[in-house]
């Protein structure tokens, strides 16, 4: 008698289960059809460090997609690898960093005063009328110099690595000095006036993630 009521009792608890498993899958399916809830008008302003959201494939997919030839001192695929390597040891954000030097380069088709053979992925040191900035001896440093030149904005812990960010200093000794949290504390600091900065580096970055 015993067991037929213990029977019973784990025969109802399944049944409660499945109901529940049912009712959640009912509801999943219902919105699924309908994804707009989720999106927003702007994309999600992410901290400066942090782990990445996209994979280094798909940043490679939104480059060539854009410019099948990126005008760089090695393949663009080593040039993402490096990103990923530079910017994992420090902390940052290798996807959104990478999607800064998209920003900052026209897909790496340049066109202003920063030139290919520079290896400079986010103009740093140029001031424009012709002044080419900072040069770099490779490509890795370059991406170097590019996420310290982040770290100094973002937090008051030196490098893992040497400096080679010819204005870490010079943030070091200003009132920005680890101070920017997401990317849009980085709006008139990183680029002047820049009111949009971050805005535009989230927004390549959700098109990366989107796989547009």
Same mark, same amino acid.
């Given at each position: ?21 049912? @009712?959640?899958?009912? +509801?999943? $399916?219902?919105?699924? *059809?309908? &994804?707009?809830?989720?999106?927003? =008008? ?38 993402? @690898?490096?990103?990923? +390597?530079? $910017?994992?040891?420090? *902390?940052? &954000?290798?996807?959104?960093?990478? =999607? ?44 170097? $110099? ?67």
């Amino acid at each position: 008698m015993k067991n037929t009521v213990f029977i019973r009792i784990v025969i109802t608890l399944m049944l409660l289960c499945f109901a529940g498993e049912a @009712k959640v899958m009912a +509801t999943v $399916a219902q919105d699924s *059809g309908r &994804r707009d809830f989720l999106q927003t =008008a702007d994309p999600i302003d992410l901290s400066i460090m942090g782990p990445p959201l996209a994979t280094q494939e798909q940043c490679l997919n939104y480059l060539l997609k854009r410019n099948p030839s990126p005008f760089l001192t090695i393949a663009p695929e080593q040039l993402i @690898k490096h990103f990923y +390597t530079e $910017a994992l040891r420090e *902390g940052v &954000r290798p996807d959104v960093a990478f =999607a800064q030097a998209l920003h900052e380069t026209g897909n790496f088709r340049y066109g202003g005063d920063v030139v290919a053979l520079q290896n400079n992925y986010c103009g740093l040191g140029t001031t424009g009328g012709g002044v080419r900035g900072a040069w770099f001896p490779n490509a890795q440093i370059g991406v170097r $110099a590019q996420i310290q030149h982040l770290l100094a904005y973002s937090t008051k812990r030196p490098p893992q690595l040497p400096v080679v960010d010819p204005r870490y200093e010079l943030v070091k000794k200003s009132d920005n000095f680890g101070r920017a949290v997401t990317w849009t504390d980085l709006n008139g600091k990183w680029a002047v006036p820049g009111k949009t900065y971050g805005q535009k580096i989230l927004k390549i970055h959700q098109q990366i993630l989107d796989g547009e």
